[in-house]
RNA sequence: GGGCGAGUGGCGGAAUUGGCAGACGCGCAGGAUUCAGGUUCCUGUGAGGUAACACUCGUGAGGGUUCAAGUCCCUCCUCGCCCACCA
């Protein structure tokens, strides 16, 4: 049985766009929301995971719709990018062809997916009319001062040929693809989001998830404490540290082997064993340093810098425990209180000087201790600090620390400091295909920014791909080749800007895709902003979702909100939320996995040992037969799960345990049976990419969503599972039946009908919030569970004719937002007026709703021993009387002494025995 | 090493303020329909126990608070994610 799907999907698709009935308009007198989902990089086509994270987001936009609100729900392609120029090299295919042709394929998966996508707000980053606002906000950073060209330690991919991010790289690697990263100074182009770094630290006002407000808190990772100033013949040292207080420990320095002034400190006899060190760091990648052991390793430079609490000379070292890229990279060790400095301390035979006393304990001998002391205490031998008591708070709310910033302060030698770990942002790419630097280097030598009536630079298309990769752009000579503002030649910027500056700001652009004077219209902008919901993965908690974040606040400051603002005053709307963060409320959802495969059959021997099968000998695959043999369920550290076909049997590893794995020839070992039962990441090189298109043919649209926001947790995600989609498609199976029957009354009972009432204003209430929070899953459930009463009506027809028609309609407009098309198909069928997604949400009637009786559970001492059937307004005093005449109640209750009882009509009562 | 989150049937997952654990679905089993397979329909489905009830056990492990704990507290284990020599 079942409907034909394909017809219906296809034609409401095509009279949706036809009727534009997705169009968003400005209309102050109504209420609006503003719902985005992540654009999408056009990597050829949508996989099972787009349709994850965008059909819900569909879904919410579609009930907000219905609710009354005017709903803005557009989308856009994040379209420049490295893939498409690796494609150029490899395939002889160029960047505008492959994305172009990408995006054409993607807007038409995106349209068999059923959104309510506003498709006449389209944005394509990589569009001239787009990126020309991206050069821009370019151009507008630079004369606020917030985009500056500085040299940097920077992370450079020799097989990507350019530079990335620091919030790009991963464990020394490429975030996207893997390649490694090492450090070189260069000369690049930045954005000063440290400017903004304390402000990026307060949420106030937004609804996001916890996880990534931590991860966004850590990636900024603010440190309080003091800059300190060691005086050097080589010049003064700057020191960063958060315990001060321990200034008069600091027994020797340690700077990274990159810090300047390496060289001036070193002394002619350590010169060679100091060059040979440091020659020895820069040849390690960021990799290499990782990969190696935490030994740490260091050399004396033969220079002393002058402690400035005490006057003492402290040698100066350098190790790589030192890193340049925090802080000042250099540091004033303090063994006797920080585990690295002791650790470096014993190994190099430095002095140990403890100046904290444990609480309760005796002074601290340096000679006897076997690991730094970081507890609290009082300071002693510490001048001027002496006798202050210190705590395991930070910062000024330590009082030894307050106490040493004050005595720094006073006699000039530090002030209080706050250091970040965030660095400032590296926006420069040495790639082809991203948005022009519109930035001239002028034939004085100085720099200009290009001339607004300029803007665009337009990036050329006649270019051509080298192998090296190397970006076409650095020898395409009429793209260099031009003139300064004074009409002298002058050469280009022939970096590109990082694509994730592309994504800082696509959702203004909806607002006007089509203005050409502004980024975007400031009516539409006063009107649709902030964003209401913005949804989309995890994977950019710390890279988008941060850089969003700044780009707002430095538009704020750069003035670009101001005609914004003053529409919104105009109308009476509170601005400040414009002004502040983009993205009120964000929900991430979870990721799908790879289908979970059936474990190999293995075939286990060895001897019982009561209850498990400890193993001599384990075969994987093949057809041998064992003690025990059977399905491989799980294994976590030596124990197995198998599963025969008498149960399942726990089997255990030992040690010497021998372990043939079929597909993997040689010595195995048991850690290898986990990869074959992984549930992995799916990816075209494992061959477990389940493609939505196929889903589509073969179930349709709406079946495919009711079971991606059925079968999991959306904020989890989860292993794919081909059998589970049967039960969604049933269940739109029994909607097409429910919504085609022609009901008949029989025998009526006035008990069914109000049942099945109830049922209906339940699921309203139930569905209703359900897709307000986001619970995708419960709410299919409810509706799922209306099904079931539904198909047990029609089967006996005891509910009135009204009865019917009510059920079936609300289960029509409660399965709208989840199932677009077959709900739209069966409301015209059965002679609804207009779309159904723009009729109004039903309202639940609580007191249809309400039920009239209820299984009262009464327990004795907390366990259930009786339920019986109450009126759900029963009395505390009646629930209590009722619970006690029970006789199975009285036959539990007579051994001992009633206590108390304690009663919560009208769900249970528990009478407490003794 | 640090931070955050999570552990519930064969599986995905439900479970307002602590108050009937396992909703809903998948799978599985039995039955009906069918020449047969599939589809569809009905019934059952945490474990033990029983003719059937009763009853006992049961939310990673152990302890605690409470009349009552998946939920709160403590200790531990495992897994996931993020950061990681961060001064």
Known sequence: MGYDHAAIEQKWQQAWEADGLYRAEVDWDRPKHYAVTMFAY?????????????????????????????????????????PAENAAVQNNVHPWEWTYRRIEFMRNQLRSMGMMIDWSREVVSSDPSYY????????????????????????????????????????GKDERTG??????????????????ADELLSYDGIDWPDPIKTMQTNWIGRSEGAMVTFASPAGDIEVFTTRPDTLWGATFMVLAPEHPLVAGLTSDEQRAEVDAYVAAAARRSELERMEESREKTGVFTGGYATNPVNGAAVPVWIADYVLISYGTGAIMAVPAHDQRDFEFARQSGLEIAPVIQPEGSDKLVADEMEESYVGPGTMVDSGPISGVSTNMEKGRKNPSIAATI??????????????????????????????????????????????????PVVLPRDVEFLPSGRSPLKTHEPFLQTIDSDGQPAIRESDTLDTFMCSSWYWFRYLGPQVELAPFDPEEAAYWLPVDTYTGGSEHAVLHLLYARFFVKAMRDMGLFDETVAIMEEHGRDPEMVLREPFLQLRNQGQILGEERAGDIVAVDGEWDGERLLADSIKVGGDQAGTVTGELMSRKERVMRVATEAGVVIVEAKPDTTVEIAAIPGENDVNQLNHHLEIERMSKSRGNVVNPDDLVVEHGADTVRTYLMFAFDWLKGGPWDSRGIAGAGRFLDDVWRLGTADYDE??????????????VHQTIRKVGSDLHDFKWNTAVAALMTLRNDMLAALRSGDVTAAAWTEAVDSLLLLLAPIAPHITEELWTLRGGAGSIHSASWPVADDAIAREETVTMVIQVNGKVRDRIEVAADITAADAEAAALASARIAEWTKQGQIRKVIARPPKLVNVVVD
């Open 746 to 759: 029989g025998e009526v009972e006035a008990a069914a009908t109000a049942a099945l009432r109830r049922r």
């Open 132 to 171: 020309k606002w991206t050069e821009w906000f370019f151009k507008k950073m630079y004369e606020a001062g917030i985009a500056y060209r500085g040299e940097a330690l920077v992370n450079w991919s020799e097989t990507l040929q350019t530079v990335l991010a620091n919030e790009q790289v991963i464990d």
């Open 42 to 82: 056009p990597s050829g086509d949508l996989h099972i995971g787009h349709w994850y994270a965008m059909t819900p987001s569909d879904a919410r936009a579609r009930y907000m719709r219905m609710k009354g609100y005017n709903v803005l729900f557009p989308m856009g392609f994040d379209a420049f990018g490295l």
């Open 406 to 455: 004050d005595w720094l302060e006073e006699n000039g030698a530090g002030v209080e400091s706050v250091n970040y770990r965030l660095r400032d942002w590296l926006i420069s790419r040495q790639r082809y295909w991203g948005s022009p630097i519109p930035i001239i280097y002028r034939h004085d030598g100085g720099l200009e920014t290009v001339a607004d009536d300029d803007l």
């Open 179 to 196: 390649q490694p990263v090492e450090q070189r100074m260069m000369e690049q182009w930045f954005f000063a989001i440290t400017k903004y």
